[in-house]
């Protein structure tokens, strides 16, 4: 069984994210994901981009709900 790669290069990354190659680019340019350039080339740690990710993570709070019998309270004032 082959075992997975820890490093990958733009190639890779670009097919593990499901983005395109010059998407990464720009997002080398603008320091905004975790690179290691090693001569000409770029390189990626899969646990750090993976890490990259979560901390990326972007959630929505939840308005909160109001019940039922508490709307029906507010339209009639009490």
């Not at 075992?3 to 340019?29: H, Q, T, W």
């Not at 750090?48 to 109001?66: S, Y």
């Amino acid at each position: 069984m082959a075992e997975a790669k820890d490093v990958m290069s733009i190639k890779e990354l670009s097919e593990y994210l499901g983005i395109g190659k010059s998407k990464i680019y720009n997002l080398i340019r603008q320091n905004k994901i975790p690179a290691s350039k090693i001569g000409r080339q770029y390189r990626f740690s899969k646990d750090v981009i993976n890490n990259w990710l979560k901390e990326k993570i972007i959630t929505i709070p939840r308005a909160p709900q109001m019940g039922l019998f508490e709307k029906d309270k507010e339209q009639k004032g009490e």
